[in-house]
């Protein structure tokens, strides 16, 4: 029974992955799109991506989109659990609606949040500028020194809620007694965070924090609605850049040596997350 | 005390959580000068559905979702058929192939479309399968099965094997005995594994918009994508796009969303 799923996938994730390996090493254009054979490059596509100005510039926007998004979506995601965890009426119902945000196709998101950063009437300068923290308006999208934090504002709106709702699962898994016997001790609640919810939570960040590495490579979406990786390439991050090397330059051998490299730091990373998932299933 | 004002902060944060979301209905509601005044008018003063009017008359927007739904039925109804013997079998056989199966749906599980999809469409390409929507269908399937197996799997797991063997000792065989009894047991997973990847394949949007460019196939994503990537946007008429095309997904959320988010967690964690 297990067999027809796995030559699904097999077919159909296995062979697309050893089949971009194989595109990266080879000369593909539209000319031979079509073909199976082609000239055989080494890793030419690799080397003219590499001394391509453009990579260390999308190095340095994927490093901070990734850090920046992981970082904030897990801080907010911490604070908004560790507030819905105290009871009070409606607790569960207000963590639900802000569980909505994260059901919303990104694309909707993206969409949204163009609307909210847009430069003349958008509500976020008007609001800025009523509180008096600027001056006039942002030029959010549209400028090279604020794009990618225009992106990374709607990525960590839509990342927050997941965030809340694995760290909510993982602190009731928090035995009470444990707090009990901790503030019989007289510890504080600072000091019961660090030594006791920190700790036993390890594996759940573990896995969330390899997931949400993840998630941010999808955040291709939002930036393709929202900047396109511009203005000047100030929002490109890798796997923008591997679409657009494909499918606006037609170097499609370009576009699967970038995807490969991708791909080998999410199976690092995804080796990481089931690791970590499967030792707390043995705990 | 403490109570009340804990309630009133939760109310405050979600109200600012949920803006952006109160924005598009807001927008999508208000003539274009009242979206281009300053400053904003928080609430619509004349709410009005001219957007709402001008979409489906001018941009066909019935065309895109009706291909939204078509695609989105077909992934969920392709996705539960094959992870249904999967997720069984992962559940209920112990063996070192279950466990390398079972890592390898994780891996597949975790790959970004955005990376997949130039070997995608150069394989499609070469099968001839290019501007299909079949196309669409298998390739966003990748991205739903390995979720549903690890979902369904959770969901047969927890039917008792006692009653399985019960029901084998009477004279079923496995399969029957599977069909009238773990499956009918499983079926709150199903409703909820179905749900999330109707939702998960109703928003898809890189494989679409990658494999199709004939317009008459293409989904509502793809649309909404013609509406705000410009530069320049009609904000009220790509709010009111948007608000019919999630207001679905929302009110699915709304109903069954206690059993989404534990089905969800348990997705991610187990």
Known sequence: ?283 | MRKSLLVAVAAIVSGFYLFPVYWMYASALKVSDELNANPPTLIPHAPTLTAFRWIFERENVAQYLWNSLLLSSSVTVLTLLLATGAAYSLARVRSIWMDVMLIGVMLSQVLPPPLLVTPMFVIFRQIDLINTQLAVILATTTKTLPFAVVMLRTSFAQVPIDLEEAARVDGASRTLAFLRITLPLARVGYIVVGTLVFLLAYGEFVYPVSLLNKKALQPATVGLYGFVGADYSDWGNAMAFASVFVTPVIVIFMLLQRRIVSGLTAGALK
């Open chain 1, 1 to 283: 029974m297990v067999g027809f799923t796995a030559l699904y996938l097999a077919f159909f994730v296995g062979y697309p992955v050893v089949y971009n390996l194989i595109m990266s090493v080879q000369d593909v254009t539209l000319g031979n799109i079509r073909y199976l054979v082609r000239p055989f490059v080494g890793l030419d596509n690799y080397a003219k991506l590499i001394a391509d100005p453009l990579f260390t510039m999308v190095l340095q926007n994927t490093l901070l989109f990734v850090i920046g998004n992981v970082a904030l979506q897990f801080l907010g995601g911490l604070a908004l659990a560790l507030f819905f965890q105290q009871p009070f009426p409606g607790a569960s119902f207000f963590r639900g609606l802000i569980l909505a945000g994260w059901i919303l196709p990104p694309l909707v998101i993206g969409a949204v949040w163009k609307w909210l950063l847009a430069s003349d009437n958008g509500v976020i300068n008007y609001a800025l500028h009523s509180l008096g923290l600027t001056s006039g308006p942002i030029y959010w999208l549209s400028d090279p020194a604020t794009s990618l934090i225009g992106v990374t504002m709607a990525n960590v709106w839509f990342g927050v809620p997941f965030n809340m709702i694995l760290l909510s699962a993982g602190l009731a898994g928090v035995p009470r007694d444990i707090y009990e016997a901790a503030a019989l001790d007289g510890a504080g609640p600072v000091r019961r965070f660090f030594a006791i919810t920190l700790p036993l939570l390890r594996p759940t960040i573990y896995a969330l924090l390899a997931l949400s590495t993840i998630y941010t490579m999808r955040a291709f979406d939002l930036i393709w609605t929202m900047t396109h990786g511009g203005p000047v390439d100030s929002s490109n991050i890798f796997p923008v850049w591997a679409y657009r090397l494909s499918f606006e330059l037609f170097d499609f051998g370009g576009g699967a040596a970038v995807s490969t490299m991708m791909l080998v730091v999410v199976f690092i990373v995804a080796l990481i997350y089931v690791r970590s998932v499967r030792a707390e299933q043995l705990s």
